[in-house]
């Protein structure tokens, strides 16, 4: 497996896997087991002949709060070994340095589905998000892409970004790995408290009843209620949003044959969880 700290290193690593399959990985580090499953997948289409990329860069500019950054968990060595373990070719983990030129004045913003859930909740995310990973999708050229739908609204903008800007990569979405109980694995689970870890749960069983909810009939704005009211009730927790909207717009229902979404955040203390479910009347 090779490290390349430096564009450089990263196309010097690259060239001899020009012209074959590259599947590209972005992560933020702090590796586990959803981001492993990502990897494995990426091994498995790449295959013996393609090449494997993963990025592990904590990319300041998605962040939208200084303490959510200053506190997100850094583990480089322990996500080598993942890389390692999961058959990466290359990991490319630049520092924000290397990542950005310091007078960097071009914004990439998607204005549709980024105004909706996290987006409305987290101004600029999308944007750092959207232009980070074209700025990957510049440095390594992949032929494929694998995200988490974990982050379902963020694979939704990037599909449309690579719609909507003809970039040459076929994107694949992955789904979610969770722990035993049902909490969706996240590199930030590490910084709840025994209590809120023992209770974070809560999130994928008021999902999966809101899913018989609205199967049995119960209206979006019920179903919504519900789940807020059960994740309200565990002391120290506050729901950011839960909504109910339209799988692929990502905006209030118009039809109720199409697949709907069922989408939260909360905050544990002061730690941000998210989760979704997909949703269909019948
Ligand atoms: P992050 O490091 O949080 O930016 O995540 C990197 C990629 O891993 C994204 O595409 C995420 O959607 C994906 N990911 C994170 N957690 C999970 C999970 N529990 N299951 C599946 N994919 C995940």
Redesign the pocket.
């Known amino acids: 497996m090779q490290i390349a700290r430096t564009k450089e290193e990263l196309r010097a690593a690259l060239a001899p896997a020009r012209g074959r399959r590259i599947v590209l ?11 492993a ?2 990897l494995r997948q990426a091994r498995e289409l790449a295959g013996d002949q393609g090449t494997v990329v993963s990025s592990v860069f904590l990319n300041p500019v998605q962040f939208d709060n200084a303490s959510d950054l200053a506190t997100y968990p850094q583990t480089p060595e322990a996500d080598l070994d993942v890389c390692r373990k999961c058959g990466v070719d290359v990991v490319f983990m630049p520092t924000p340095e290397v990542m950005y030129c310091p007078d960097r004045s071009i914004t990439l913003e998607e204005t549709h589905l980024s105004t909706v859930l996290c987006g409305a909740k987290r101004p600029g995310h999308f944007a750092g998000v959207c232009l980070v990973v074209n700025k990957l999708f510049n440095l390594v050229q992949p032929t494929d892409a ?6 379902y609204q ?2 939704a903008i990037l599909r449309r970004l690579v719609r909507d800007l003809d970039i040459p990569v076929c994107l694949h979405g ?5 722990g035993e109980d049902g909490l ?4 930030r689970n590490v910084r709840l408290t025994p209590e809120h870890r023992a209770a974070a749960p809560t999130i994928r069983r008021s999902l999966l009843a809101a899913r018989e909810a609205y199967r049995a009939g119960k209206s979006a704005s019920e179903v919504c209620a519900a789940v807020v009211s059960t994740l309200e009730a565990i002391p120290g927790v506050r729901v950011d949003y839960a909504e109910l909207v339209d799988a692929e717009t990502l905006h209030p229902q118009t039809d109720e044959n199409r697949l709907a979404l069922l989408a939260v955040a909360a905050y544990f203390g002061d730690v941000r969880l998210i989760d979704n479910i997909e949703l269909t009347r019948s």
């Open positions: 990985v972005p992560t933020m580090g702090a590796l586990h087991e959803g981001h499953s990502l694998i995200f988490g739908k974990k982050d963020q694979l992955a789904e979610i790995v969770r969706a694995l996240s590199s």
